[in-house]
């Protein structure tokens, strides 16, 4: 039995064989016939030295042999899929898939995104609103927007903005509860989306910041940071607001953040994208907006004092 690869066109028909468990099936898959796709299948067999398939009376089955191969040849040639994608992308200039959180999209990129599109007509932008861990090369992606403390050191990595937390509301609300003690009374809007943090956002931590005791009672809880932030623009009540999120309307006067103390998340949104990537023209110019996006309002955002807190 030899260690030397067999043809791939031979693997392939294997392959879609082994996914089908028809050759009639797989033959239509790849297009060629059902004689073609059965010539292939022999001559691996032939080349390893065993049958792969056992032929019953009106479909195949794996043999022990044929198991142990099937799954590795799926894998593989995902794999070469995604590195072919991969490669085509590198002359991919006019073409750019980003994925970032719901929340980031809906309230950060999607008011901005004109001023890009202005900018840059010959770029095609694709979104991909998720927060599910994407493989670059497998799902077509060239950026990713990321919110945590740490990212992959494989990736090209541009920390953005770091991400505080602060009580935010109409300004209706606002003169009704004008310090920290009033907001104890106040309809307190829950966002659960910054849970997973070492450093705890939650109401209670900042009450007990300000040197004050819990509030009397909590409102409605959002597991989703874009719908809590909607929430207390439509008067609902007051959220904890992540920087990101509420700094447009902060600074356009929807809403406001009248008690001037923020809670350190300890964690930031992050540029990410393949190594050797970060200088293709489309990529490029999306890091440079979103950096120029990001400084209109820093004047705004980095005027806010800071508690610095450490992980417990």
């Given at each position: 039995?030899?260690?030397?690869?067999?043809?791939?066109?031979?693997?392939?028909?294997?392959?879609?064989?082994?996914?089908?468990?028809?050759?009639a099936s797989a033959a239509a898959e790849l297009n060629v016939t059902p004689a073609a796709l059965s010539f292939q299948i022999k001559s691996l067999e032939a080349h390893f030295g065993a049958p792969l398939f056992r032929r019953l009376n009106r479909a195949v089955a794996l043999t022990e042999a044929g198991i142990a191969l099937a799954p590795g040849t799926t894998d593989g040639f995902q794999t070469?899929?995604?590195?072919?994608?991969?490669?085509?992308?590198?002359?991919?200039?006019?073409?750019?898939?980003?994925?970032?959180?719901?929340?980031?999209?809906?309230?950060?990129?999607?008011?901005?995104?004109?001023?890009?599109?202005?900018?840059?007509?010959?770029?095609?932008?694709?979104?991909?609103?998720?927060?599910?861990?994407?493989?670059?090369?497998?799902?077509?992606?060239?950026?990713?927007?990321?919110?945590?403390?740490?990212?992959?050191?494989?990736?090209?990595?541009?920390?953005?903005?770091?991400?505080?937390?602060?009580?935010?509301?109409?300004?209706?609300?606002?003169?009704?509860?004008?310090?920290?003690?009033?907001?104890?009374?106040?309809?307190?809007?829950?966002?659960?989306?910054?849970?997973?943090?070492?450093?705890?956002?939650?109401?209670?931590?900042?009450?007990?910041?300000?040197?004050?005791?819990?509030?009397?009672?909590?409102?409605?809880?959002?597991?989703?940071?874009?719908?809590?932030?909607?929430?207390?623009?439509?008067?609902?009540?007051?959220?904890?607001?992540?920087?990101?999120?509420?700094?447009?309307?902060?600074?356009?006067?929807?809403?406001?953040?009248?008690?001037?103390?923020?809670?350190?998340?300890?964690?930031?949104?992050?540029?990410?994208?393949?190594?050797?990537?970060?200088?293709?023209?489309?990529?490029?110019?999306?890091?440079?907006?979103?950096?120029?996006?990001?400084?209109?309002?820093?004047?705004?955002?980095?005027?806010?004092?800071?508690?610095?807190?450490?992980?417990?």
């Amino acid at each position: 039995m030899s260690d030397r690869l067999p043809p791939l066109t031979a693997l392939r028909a294997f392959e879609a064989a082994a996914r089908h468990l028809s050759f009639a099936s797989a033959a239509a898959e790849l297009n060629v016939t059902p004689a073609a796709l059965s010539f292939q299948i022999k001559s691996l067999e032939a080349h390893f030295g065993a049958p792969l398939f056992r032929r019953l009376n009106r479909a195949v089955a794996l043999t022990e042999a044929g198991i142990a191969l099937a799954p590795g040849t799926t894998d593989g040639f995902q794999t070469l899929a995604a590195a072919w994608r991969a490669a085509q992308r590198t002359q991919d200039h006019q073409s750019l898939t980003v994925t970032a959180g719901p929340a980031f999209t809906a309230k950060w990129l999607a008011p901005r995104l004109y001023d890009f599109a202005q900018a840059h007509p010959e770029v095609e932008l694709r979104f991909s609103a998720s927060l599910r861990k994407m493989d670059f090369a497998r799902d077509n992606i060239d950026v990713a927007i990321r919110f945590g403390s740490s990212v992959d050191p494989d990736l090209y990595a541009l920390p953005l903005a770091d991400e505080w937390v602060t009580p935010v509301m109409t300004p209706e609300l606002a003169a009704r509860y004008p310090t920290p003690a009033s907001l104890r009374a106040a309809p307190l809007i829950v966002d659960d989306s910054m849970g997973f943090l070492d450093l705890p956002t939650d109401w209670n931590t900042w009450f007990a910041a300000m040197g004050l005791a819990p509030p009397v009672a909590l409102g409605p809880r959002f597991s989703q940071a874009d719908h809590a932030t909607d929430a207390a623009l439509a008067g609902v009540g007051v959220v904890m607001g992540r920087r990101a999120l509420v700094i447009k309307d902060l600074v356009e006067g929807r809403l406001v953040a009248p008690y001037n103390a923020a809670l350190d998340t300890g964690a930031r949104f992050w540029f990410l994208c393949p190594n050797s990537a970060q200088d293709r023209p489309q990529i490029a110019a999306f890091r440079e907006w979103i950096l120029h996006e990001i400084g209109k309002t820093s004047d705004v955002a980095d005027s806010m004092p800071i508690i610095s807190r450490q992980p417990a």
